[in-house]
Every structure is written in C-alpha cells, then in structure tokens.
C-alpha cells in the first residue's frame, strides 16, 4: 500500500538556520506527493506539492522540497527558518485510489 | 482559488448528543469530499470518502452507524456524529476535491471543527 514516512517526529532549529524535513514515500510509480503546514489548533495549509515534471518544487514561504526518485524521498527544505515557522509540518501523497495519506508529522520547535 | 469551508469551528455538546458538521465547497462543485480525524498531537486519520448522491465509504475501524455522512449536494457534506462521548471528541477536518478543474488531483482542505463531548 502507498504510504509516507516522516523518520524525525521533533525538530528543534536556531531562527536564522537552514531547515530540512524528511519525507519518505512508497510506491512504485510517480506518486503525487504534497506538504502541508499546521499552526496549533488551525487547519492545513498546503506549502508544495509534485505531480511531475521539475524534481525541485517551489512552494510558498520560501520553502522547497525536491523529489528523489532514487532515494523514495520528497524533503521539504528552507535556507533560513522564521520564528513563525515553527508548526507541525506533514508530508502526504494521493494514492491511486484517490485518498490522501498523511505521514505522522515532524513538529518543529524554533529557538530565538 | 478552491475554498472550502466548516461549520461549526467549535462544538461542545453533552455526551449522549449528536452533533452535525457542515463541509461546503464555496466556489466549485465537488463530487468527492473526504471526512478526517485528527487527535492531539497526531496525525489525520481518513475517516471516510463522501460521494454526492451515493453512500459513503468508511475507512476500516470506523463505525459508520456512529459517523453518519451525507452528501446530497455537489458543495456540501455533512457529517453527524451520533450519540457522541467524550473519546469521539476530536478534531473533525473535511476536504473535496475539484475533479474539472485544473488541480484536479489536489484536495482543498477546510479550516476544521474541533468537537469537545463532555
């Protein structure tokens, strides 16, 4: 079955610090992939997602994440993280039966 | 862009009550809408897909006598929780899907319901 890993459940970073999330996918053909942001108590906001086409995405935010066939991943990446970054952050994909899954989060914590 | 929308944000209620959540598609039509829940610190769990003008589909493990889904238009979705108690409370997010437009295989999420049964 198709499904997203996120190997890391806490990130703590220094404001100013580049950022990497992991994401890990499994399927074997081009998979639709998407990352979504959550501050606490709110709903999802998409940050990206890869259909095809151009491995490296751009998002909103400043964020990035490049899909790596080679290595199963979809990592989401940011050169210099904001205070207000700090949120739960999800990686999902949309399986061929047309539901999204969602990976367990990584929560990241920004330190002044 | 594609908006949907949640109604209540908020909802306590009594164990023993049932509640209803509104899911709308404001600016397209959806034939697919999609129910999750999301406990604290966790991630969302799929529920149920909703198909206008048919029955829903459960997700294994979810009673579906409990979460009654109806989607008798192409921009709502409901979903009731009956006879809720206080394991049911949790946070209750909806998304559908734009099958004729260009994103058609993006789902837009709602702002979600956070349900407190007491």
């Known amino acids: 079955a198709q499904s997203v890993t996120q190997p890391d459940i806490h990130i703590t970073v220094s404001e100013g610090a580049s950022l990497e999330l992991r994401c890990n996918y499994s399927?074997?053909?081009?998979?639709?992939l998407f990352w979504y942001v959550q501050s606490p108590g709110q709903g999802l906001q998409l940050l990206l997602k890869?259909?095809?086409?151009?491995?490296l995405v751009q998002g909103i935010k400043g964020f990035e994440a490049e899909f790596k066939r080679s290595q199963s991943s979809f990592n989401l990446r940011k050169p210099s993280v904001h205070w207000s970054d700090a949120a739960e952050y999800f990686c999902a994909t949309l399986t061929s039966y047309d539901k999204v899954i969602f990976g367990p989060g990584t929560s990241l914590s920004v330190i002044p | 862009g594609a908006v949907v929308s949640q109604h209540p944000s908020r909802v306590i209620c009594k164990s023993g009550t049932s509640v209803k959540i509104e899911c709308r598609s404001l600016d397209f039509q959806a034939t697919t809408m999609f129910w999750y829940r999301q406990f604290p610190k966790q991630s969302l769990m799929l529920m149920a897909t909703s198909n206008e003008g048919s029955k829903a589909t459960y997700e294994q493990g979810v009673e579906k006598d409990k979460f009654l889904i109806n989607h008798a238009s192409l921009t709502l979705s409901t979903l009731t929780v009956t006879s809720a108690h206080p394991e049911d409370s949790s946070f209750y997010i909806c998304?559908?899907?734009?099958?004729?437009?260009?994103?058609?295989?993006?789902?837009?999420f709602g702002p979600g319901t956070r349900l407190t049964v007491l």
């Open positions: 399927y074997g053909a081009t998979p639709y």
């Open positions: 890869y259909f095809s086409g151009d491995t």
């Open positions: 998304s559908a899907r734009d099958v004729w437009g260009a994103q058609y295989n993006e789902q837009f």
